[in-house]
């Protein structure tokens, strides 16, 4: 059995770092036509740049093309879906039926996901899309694991991707004015702003300056704040429900966010593909390893049924940090590594690097030495090349975290 761990590629380092720890394809938006555009996404040269880096591992690209296209839109639609063709993109993600008509005419061999954004929550859309061209389906996360089982059931050629962790706009999948109306910016372009995650009051008209707390139980005043969704203890039944592609969120997220959650789900599918019972005994293992990376709490979403209360986080937007990323190691050779500075560390640090093969190394930082090869106490400058004494050997791309203080 196969199912395809799909992770997202914000900038070419952020592709490079889902490619090397474990990701089987990629999600990156170009610099047109793509939801996320404060995520850096690619021109067309790093597209191609990223797009070869990928193939060349065997891991496939899909690119998001999933705006709601307005008319002023529509004729440059289909040069940017040939040249993505062009550059040898494995599939392009779209939501607005009218992109679609135009992908079918111009790129007919190219394959097409239908996006999240489309709201995928029957068998009859479905069925619709798969009949019109398309060959994979990613679900509305307002679904439930029994209705993606059911949609499986009745379309069983369509190939299912299925969010799996990160973020969740509290609205019906991404459709949403309130960035728009707030900040003049479109969600539904790729601009949002996040209002969802600001702290509300209320204010009385003639009052000015005034504002009023609105709080439930005494909790707090986020109305809107989801927990991001977490799904890695219960990788069985998505796939007994037919989940095909698992797919994480975080385009705008950290390099070490990608890298932290693509291992902690590579390790947990392929512990449970080679053997249930180890993926039921290591299953709060995966837990901690996700909880590396920044999050809100964790939720199961709709996955079991409509989020309650306790799906959302009323007393901060802040997120839950436990470990901080100092440094991604560039090269490890004659007993020392070289690692590009990312948080201040310091010569008595205790510190984990988390390797593209999964494997986590504890160590002590006991001797440093900076770029003219003095002995230093401390990394405090951004991007600063530092060279680290170390006993073992440690692969290419790991990065090194420590715990927050
Ligand atoms: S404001 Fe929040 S809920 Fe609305 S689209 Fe943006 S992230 Fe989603």
Redesign the pocket.
């Known amino acids: 059995m196969k199912v395809e761990l799909l992770a997202p590629a914000g900038d070419l380092e952020k592709l490079k770092t889902a490619v090397l720890y474990g990701a089987d394809a990629v999600y990156m938006g170009g610099t047109s036509f793509s939801l996320r555009a404060k995520a850096k996404n690619f021109d067309e040269e790093q597209m191609k740049e990223g797009i070869d880096f990928a193939h060349s591992h065997g891991v496939k690209v899909y690119i998001t093309c999933n705006i709601y296209a307005h008319n002023e839109d529509i004729d440059k639609v289909g040069d940017y879906l040939v040249s993505l063709e062009k550059l040898g993109a494995d599939a392009v993600l779209i939501s607005d039926l009218g992109v679609f008509a135009i992908a079918r005419e111009v790129v007919p061999n190219l394959e097409i996901h239908i996006s999240t954004q489309a709201n995928n929550t029957n068998y009859r859309s479905a069925k619709f899309w798969l009949d019109n061209g398309a060959k994979r389906i990613v679900m509305a996360r307002e679904l439930s694991v029994k209705e993606i089982k059911e949609l499986h059931n009745r379309v069983p050629e369509a190939e299912i991707e299925s969010f799996v962790h990160g973020?969740?706009?509290?609205?019906y999948s991404?459709?949403?004015?309130?960035?728009n109306y707030l900040t003049g910016r479109d969600?539904?372009a790729g601009a949002?702003?996040?209002?969802?995650?600001w702290e509300y009051f209320v204010s009385e008209k003639t009052r000015p300056g005034e504002y009023m707390p609105i709080v439930e139980e005494e909790r707090g005043t986020y109305i809107?704040n989801?927990k991001d969704l977490c799904m890695i203890e219960h990788i069985p039944e998505l796939i007994d429900a037919g989940v095909y592609s698992f797919k994480l969120e975080g385009r705008m997220k950290t390099p070490f966010y990608v890298a932290t959650v693509t291992s902690a789900y590579r390790k947990a599918i392929d512990d449970y593909l080679e053997d249930p019972q180890k993926y039921e005994s290591n299953k709060q293992s995966y837990v901690e390893a996700v909880s590396k990376a920044s999050y809100r709490g964790f939720t199961t979403g709709f996955y079991y049924g409509k989020p309650t209360d306790e799906d959302q986080v009323y007393t901060t937007s802040a997120y839950i940090r436990n470990y901080d990323f100092v440094g991604l190691v560039k090269k490890c050779e004659d007993g020392f590594i070289t690692v590009e500075q990312r948080n201040k560390f310091s010569v008595g640090d205790d510190v984990e690097i988390i390797q593209p093969s999964g494997n986590v190394l504890k160590m002590t930082i006991n001797e440093m030495y900076d770029e003219e090869g003095d002995r230093i106490e401390s990394a405090p400058h951004a991007q600063q090349s530092v060279k680290i004494k170390i006993e073992n050997t440690v692969e290419y791309f790991s990065m090194i975290r420590r715990e927050a203080e």
């Open positions: 973020a969740m706009c509290i609205s991404g459709r949403c004015l309130l960035s969600a539904n949002c702003s996040h209002p969802c995650r809107f989801s």
